[in-house]
Nanobody, 120 residues
Framework: QVQLVESGGGLVQPGGSLRLSCAAS????????MSWYRQAPGKERELVAV????????NYADSVKGRFTISRDNAKNTLYLQMNSLKPEDTAVYYC?????????????WGQGTQVTVSS
C-alpha cells in the first residue's frame, strides 16, 4: 500500500507560483497512475491533473490547463504539481492520490493535503 505525504503549499499572491510535492512510500508508486485533487471551502473535491505511471501521458482540468504541470520522479517516489499564474480561485487544499487513468477512480485513503492560498 502506498502512503502519501503532500507538501509545498502556502500563501502566494495572484500571478505567483508554487510547486507541490507528494512523497510516496511503498513499492507500488512507480507502477501507479497518480492524480492531484483539490477541495476549496464549501465545494466538492475536484480532479486537477492526472499522470500515467511512466509519466508519458498527462491530463488537466480545463480550469488549470496551461498554468499547471503535473510530473513525477519514480526514482525518488515523488509526484509534483507546478502551479503558475495562480488565481484566487485556485485556493484549496491539494491532495495527491493513486487513481486509474483518467483519474476518476481513486485507490487508498486521502492524506492530510497541503493548503494553497492565493490572495493579495
Amino acid at each position: 500500500q502506498v502512503q502519501l505525504v503532500e507538501s509545498g503549499g502556502g500563501l502566494v499572491q495572484p500571478g505567483g507560483s508554487l510547486r507541490l510535492s507528494c512523497a510516496a512510500s511503498g513499492s507500488t508508486f512507480s507502477s501507479s497512475h497518480m492524480s492531484w485533487y483539490r477541495q476549496a471551502p464549501g465545494k466538492e473535491r475536484e480532479l486537477v491533473a492526472v499522470i500515467t505511471s511512466t509519466g508519458g501521458r498527462t491530463n488537466y482540468a480545463d480550469s488549470v490547463k496551461g498554468r499547471f504541470t503535473i510530473s513525477r520522479d519514480n526514482a525518488k517516489n515523488t509526484l509534483y504539481l507546478q502551479m503558475n499564474s495562480l488565481k484566487p480561485e485556485d485556493t484549496a487544499v491539494y491532495y495527491c492520490i493513486r487513481t486509474n487513468w483518467p483519474g476518476t477512480t481513486r485507490f487508498g485513503s486521502w492524506g492530510q493535503g497541503t493548503q494553497v492560498t492565493v490572495s493579495s
